[in-house]
């Protein structure tokens, strides 16, 4: 069987590709690095995309990829969100048969799957039942998300992008904050991960700019020391600017969000995005007990990680890179399966690679951030995790302020 | 007491100049376009900023703004929200005796108050007031507002960068709808007017592409009518993505928004930002009564007004240019007061011109969006709209869509 599923570097079949879980503005750099790769090696004939992720081969919906001109390749690789559509499940051992049947009326022998770690655990479920069943397939799981939480990578494609967009919004809403005082409370994604929600320190530009507060799901979240919080900040600052993870839990675990929302998927995911419920609680909280009249809340929801127009170069640059290693991973003979991760070189250069690792590594289980990346109070993180950040998102726009030298009273 | 106040085009002393109401992306070079001009007059001394508005000149908080270098005043320009601070106040006859007194002190006889319909107000009010207690100075608006609803104005500074950031943050969710099928709604600034809210429309690239449905307070929402609306896309297109101006209101005029929402500032508004309430209750509508599983909402809150790095470079310059005639105006000794208006010549190609209206024109009340602009269903744009719209927001990123040719069923 073994000799049946790698059989060297002489395997030749057809290849499907599809894309699973929250899109990001990267993703489809991904899939066209995979696509134009996978146009360089003869092991490669038919290049079919698989619509809606393992929906569109349980439903036999495969798109031809030899059909797209290059110039429509490159339009799509810089759109947002995933261009082969998406979804969220996690395929039984009945799915998996009707997946193999598909696969075998099509000659499909190369199998990749962009997405985070639900997705690792979708190719990483068909690549043993494949096994079990004696199916020769090669799968390999394509990393993204902006959660950043996979396993293995030092960090993933989309994350950039994604942390991009919020250290944009938290500059300009620091700046409206100035401008009008207030407590201003933004919700940013991460279920498990506070990585996101981290990247809003990146928008700090003066020493008293915000966000003066961030609570991660990686910390306890306490209502009490969180009012507390705020107003020691108001009363320092006149204003405070909070980021705040959708996904903060309290002491015993359970997400704060989750009180409110009761949709879960078949990963077993409560959803806590698109919806303002979490942001207003703690608003009317900081009403209510800090005696605070000027406060809002906002949730940045699905724009954090499909907004057309904001782009981490890097980020743009690894998704794409990811999409071609995993191409030549299953193409050298050297690997049954695997997924892609990113690796930091030391040193001070920002320099990256992608390696090959086993599908179990980054499947289910997500990563957390490090305790060196979060402030000892909790509630801020350290220049550790800016100096870890900074090179992924890229430059951001120059913040000018003005000098103001008071001109003196003559009351 | 006109002699006085007027007095040719020899009238010589301080100015101050002000930021009042919601900030947006291009306020600050209204700002720098007026201070770099001054600098060109003789008849102007002192420039002086006024810190947050109204507020500064009752606190005798005044900046120097000749001491800011050239370079940090271009750092400012392209710098979102009002770099002076804003406020929301309207002065009472009390306020104008007192501030008249600080600009008596400061040998004041320029006064700038940048903002929207509630600034103009202010500026009317301070320059009648003026007028009665025989101070001399001339009084003049510069005019901003995201929601477009000035008086006299074709458009208004702020608008256009803003109605890109919802145009390229509708485009995103369009595409991440596309890819995780379902309802989405998306809830976008505007009090009364729904030009803001309008602007989703220019995100539509392909026939299919959302928002399907758009909701403006021109129009009265009816729930019933909205759950048909919706049910109806859904079943066209198996997904549905749903643009509300937040001021939507009822057949009585009541705002549906302000059924949760109670806090109101000293003009009278009810603040409607701030706040998932309104989306978070259209959603629950629609999953109650359409029977549709996947619904989401966001509001898109403060970012659509400050985010950093989406300026629509057409709006830029109006806003810069808005600054530069407000201080030539006041200088030409041709008025006492006014208001800067853009008016936008006929024909194809895109010309404006500023022009100076009276205070009393632009002040209070509010614009709305023409009939022409909205289409009989009411649940809608014309065409019309979007040609009026797309030279403000400037050209749109690409968006690159897979033609996704189908692999024939081996079934």
């Known amino acids: ?27 489809n750099q991904s899939l066209v690095g995979a696509i134009v790769e996978a146009k360089k090696h003869r092991e490669i004939k038919g290049i079919y995309g698989s619509l809606h992720g393992l929906k569109g081969l349980l439903e036999e919906r495969l798109c031809d990829l030899r059909k797209e001109s ?41 199998f990749f799957y962009i ?26 799981h ?13 960090h993933t494609p989309g994350y950039g992008s994604a942390a991009r967009f919020v250290a944009q919004a938290f500059m300009g809403d620091n700046l409206d904050n100035r401008s009008l005082p207030g407590v201003k409370i933004n919700v940013v994604m991460g279920r498990h991960a506070g990585f996101l929600t981290a990247a809003s320190a990146l928008a700090r530009v003066f020493p008293d700019d915000g966000p003066h507060l961030i609570y991660l799901p990686e910390r306890p979240f306490s209502m009490e020391r969180f009012i507390a919080d705020v107003q020691a900040v108001y009363a320092k600052h006149g204003r405070c600017i909070v980021a ?26 409560v959803q806590l995005s698109g919806s303002g419920a979490l942001g207003d609680l703690l608003a009317a909280e900081v009403k209510a007990k800090a005696n605070i009249s000027r406060v809002r809340a906002d949730t940045f929801g699905y724009l954090q990680r499909s907004f057309v127009g904001v782009v981490s170069p890097v980020d743009a640059r690894e998704a794409r890179q990811v999409g071609v290693m995993a191409v030549r991973f299953a193409v050298s003979g050297r690997f049954e399966s695997g997924s892609t991760a990113i690796r930091r070189a030391p040193g001070r250069a920002y320099r990256t690679t992608i390696e090959r690792v086993e599908l179990a590594m980054v499947a289910k289980e997500t990563r957390h951030m490090p305790g060196e990346f979060i402030a000892p109070s909790g509630n801020d993180v350290t220049t550790a995790f800016l100096d870890y950040a900074r090179p992924l998102v890229g430059e951001l726009p120059e913040i000018g302020r003005l000098k103001a030298v008071p001109v003196a009273r003559r009351g």
Chains 1, 2 share one sequence.
């Open 1 to 27: 069987m073994a000799t049946q599923r790698s059989g060297g570097a002489g395997v030749t079949g057809n290849m499907v590709i599809a894309q699973s879980g929250g899109p990001t503005a990267v993703i």
């Open 115 to 140: 997405g985070g770690n639900d997705s690792a655990e979708t190719t990483h479920i068909i690549n043993e039942e494949a096994r079990k069943a004696g199916f020769p397939i090669r799968c390999f």
């Open 142 to 154: 394509i990393c993204k998300t902006i959660d950043n939480d996979l396993r293995e990578n030092d």
């Open 244 to 269: 705040v993870s959708e996904g903060i839990a309290d002491e015993k675990g359970e997400p704060i969000a989750s009180k409110f929302i009761k949709e879960t998927d078949s990963h077993g995911n």
């Open 70 to 110: 290059p110039a429509n390749l490159e339009r799509v690789a810089r759109t947002p969100s995933s261009a082969l559509g998406s979804v969220r499940k996690k395929p039984t051992p009945e799915d998996c048969a009707k997946v193999f049947e598909v696969l075998r009326r099509h000659d499909i022998r190369f």
